[in-house]
């Protein structure tokens, strides 16, 4: 079974290959659509700005690569914002796998930070993906901007207000946290998402 990872200049991309190298999955690395196309999971990583992001991915087709895929797909961080319908980061028409839209994280007390930066625990897990036995399991976040709460939410989390941290739609997946660095947590959604 081979994994690949959209290789888009985002961020993070060594530390999803170093989290999949440790549960021995075959990945690599690419932008080449054919390798994208014939691998069994794709993982669409991400750390960056949407509107730049979403500029390269139009510029090489990836877009439209994405939207067509037919295997089990996990974006990750700015990887599940770019699968929405619409950014308020450079108001940015994104993917529109998922028809919810991202916001920005607007601070209501003085001891509230934005980018929302650490670990925070994961509420409402409904049936999908990630085991309902993870609910109240803390994972890390980064990140400034957040995806609203709709139909394609199956977990929760609650830092300035409750926001999607976990989407699942037909067969693309993802979550605002980083998986590849929640340790041991992160370590079986990831392989729960190679698993499936």
Sequence with gaps: MKTAIIDYNAGNVQSVLFALKRLNAEAILTNDPAAIRAADKVIFPGVGEASSTMDYLRSEGLDQLIKNLKQPVLGICLGMQLLCE?????????????????R????QQKDQKVPHVGWNSLDKIEQGFISN?????YVYFVHSY???????????????????????????????????????????????????
């Design 86 to 102: 619409h950014s308020e980061e450079g108001d940015t028409s994104c993917i529109g796998v998922i028809p919810q839209g991202v």
């Design 104 to 107: 920005k994280f607007i601070p």
């Design 133 to 137: 036995t993870l609910e109240k399991e």
């Design 146 to 196: 957040y995806v609203e709460i709709g139909d394609c939410t199956i977990g929760t989390c609650d830092y300035i207000q409750n926001f999607s941290a976990v989407l699942q739609k037909d067969n693309f997946y993802a979550t605002q946290f980083h998986p590849e660095k929640s340790g041991k947590i992160g370590e079986q959604i990831l392989k729960g998402f190679l698993q499936l």
